[in-house]
């Protein structure tokens, strides 16, 4: 059974930095598609950075230049590095994955992401 299991985000001061990672287990599919959204109470899970299984990645505008996303060595883990960090970067943020010849989307379980001013 395909699990995603996500690292613990944090409390970290604005202009700071965290790195978050989720690996993928379960799976014998290869992996299509990887990303992080973010979500605040209230409002729409939104996407954060994606990254292709032919490497190519895309961010969203709010954070361009200040997140990065990767894959890792062994290609089932995902990473988003988060620098100069801003209030308006909290949020619960999740990973998302989608599988070759695996029908659905699968998710982390979220995790809390706090900026502080």
């Known amino acids: 059974q395909v699990r995603l299991v996500e690292s613990a985000g944090g409390l970290v001061q604005a202009g700071g930095s965290l790195r978050l990672s989720c690996a993928s287990t379960?799976?014998?599919?290869?992996?299509?598609?990887m990303a992080w959204y973010r979500q605040i109470p209230g409002k729409q899970r939104e996407l954060v950075a994606s990254?292709?299984?032919?490497?190519?990645?895309s961010y969203a505008d709010s954070v361009k230049g200040r997140f990065t996303i990767s894959r890792g060595n062994a290609r089932n883990t995902v990473y988003l590095q988060m620098n100069s960090l801003k209030p308006d970067d909290t949020a619960v943020y999740y990973c998302?994955?989608?599988?070759?010849?695996?029908?659905?989307?699968?998710w982390g379980q979220g995790t809390q992401v706090t900026v502080s001013s």
């Open positions: 998302y994955v989608s599988y070759f010849g695996l029908s659905g989307d699968y």
């Open positions: 379960g799976s014998d599919f290869s992996i299509k598609n």
């Open positions: 990254i292709r299984s032919t490497g190519s990645t």
